[in-house]
């Protein structure tokens, strides 16, 4: 059987359904310092995966990835929609699709 190599992070349950589908998983536990820089490459990946296709789907992904970011960061996720929260009550959010083209001076 031949060898596929990741070397990446990867969910909770994925080497319980690799395992499940008759392959043999080969894995390790990261240490907090390489966990976090995992976690930043993962984010990395998943948008670029969004970006790609546009699948709402991805956009979970995302979510995932910022939600272990912000546990990481010690910031519970509600905490991190409290931040989203008050960003946009002081400078708005993205619906009324504003480009700004220059600021004169």
């Not at 589908?21 to 894995?27: F, I, M, V």
């Not at 390790?28 to 546009?54: H, I, T």
């Not at 991805?58 to 995932?64: H, P, R």
């Not at 939600?67 to 960061?73: G, N, Q």
């Amino acid at each position: 059987m031949p060898t596929e190599r990741h070397d990446k992070l990867v969910r909770d349950r994925i080497p319980e359904i690799v395992t499940a589908s008759g392959a043999r998983p080969e894995t390790r536990v990261a240490d907090p310092v390489e966990f976090r820089a995992l976690l930043r490459a993962k984010l990395v990946e998943e948008v670029y995966e969004f970006l790609e296709d546009e699948n709402p789907a991805e956009l979970a992904d995302i979510l995932e990835v910022v939600r272990a970011l912000a546990v990481d960061l010690s910031t519970e996720p509600e905490e991190l929609e409290r931040m989203r929260e008050k960003k946009v009550t002081e400078r708005g959010g993205y619906e009324e699709r504003i480009v700004l083209l220059a600021v004169h001076s």
